[in-house]
């Protein structure tokens, strides 16, 4: 359970109850959860990936870092561009990716491909998503 307070300005802020609860996913699919973050004072992207199965069993997780001085949004793809490349590793076919970071699944969903950095890893994703079923 998380919560917070509504509202931008300061002024009439309500407090707010949200419940998040993991669901599984359909039968025989995978859930992969991809998390990416950045450490800016040892200059180093770390990233993670968990799968789940129907049951909500973990399947395989993931996990590493890399000195890298890039922008977050594109740590955050390059997990998700990750998890697709350790799925196909693994022969998986029915998968769902879910991330927390809007901008990306917005960039991936719109087909995005302007940015020279984030346009690659989008054009990755998109060329692997492709070879799943729906």
Known sequence: MQRGED????????????EVKWKPPTNGFIVLNTYATLDEK???ARWGIVTRNEHGEVV???A???SKD????????????????????EGWRKVIVQSDCKKVVDKIAESCTLDPVMGTIVED???FIQNFSK
């Open 7 to 18: 509202g931008e300005t300061g002024k009439g802020k309500k407090n707010f109850e949200l």
């Open 60 to 62: 395989c997780t993931w």
């Open 70 to 89: 890039i922008k977050a949004e594109i740590e955050e793809a390059d997990a998700i561009r990750t998890a697709l490349t350790k799925t196909k590793q």
């Open 42 to 44: 040892q200059e180093k």
């Open 125 to 127: 994703i998109l060329s």
């Open 64 to 66: 590493g870092n890399e």
